[in-house]
């Protein structure tokens, strides 16, 4: 991001500074000779903050589709982990925890695993089965302490 800064800010400076000499040229030929070194002067600066770029810098872990997944991966684990609170809360069942796993490959978004934490006083097979009818997720439930 630095690198666009630097850019965009060596960019801008040279077109004021070229703007500020067009002004100062004289008519005639000498004027069209001062404003072909201009030109040249503006397109070098356009070119030269890319000599400086360090393409290493960028390794694949920073790259945007990995990023784009981690996102993918975040809003599924938050969007599942809601979606069972709520229906589970609708059902007087109080949730301790749950703790979703979700990766992504290409297009798709696959669920690993899904733990529910809850008290001694819920049935396991109770909630697996309202979950599973509800939302279509086969769960693991765990009581809080085992």
């Given at each position: 991001m630095d690198f666009i800064k630097d850019w965009t800010f060596c960019i801008c400076i040279t077109l004021i500074i070229s703007v500020i000499f067009i002004i100062l040229?004289?008519?005639?030929?000498?004027?069209?000779?001062?404003?072909?070194?201009?030109?040249?002067?503006?397109?070098?600066?356009?070119?030269?903050?890319?000599?400086?770029?360090?393409?290493?810098?960028?390794?694949?872990?920073?790259?945007?589709?990995?990023?784009?997944?981690?996102?993918?991966?975040?809003?599924?684990?938050?969007?599942?982990?809601?979606?069972?609170?709520?229906?589970?809360?609708?059902k007087n069942i109080k949730v301790k925890d749950v703790v979703v796993s979700a990766s992504s490959n290409k297009n798709e978004v696959t669920i690993n695993k899904v733990l529910v934490l809850v008290t001694e006083e819920y049935s396991k097979e109770q909630i697996k089965n309202t979950l599973l009818e509800n939302l279509g997720l086969v769960v693991e439930v765990k009581y809080v302490g085992d």
């Open positions: 040229t004289p008519k005639g030929s000498v004027g069209k000779f001062y404003k072909i070194i201009i030109s040249i002067f503006i397109f070098i600066s356009f070119l030269y903050p890319l000599t400086e770029f360090e393409f290493n810098q960028y390794s694949k872990k920073n790259t945007l589709k990995n990023q784009y997944s981690d996102v993918i991966e975040n809003s599924v684990n938050i969007e599942v982990k809601n979606s069972i609170i709520n229906l589970l809360n609708e």
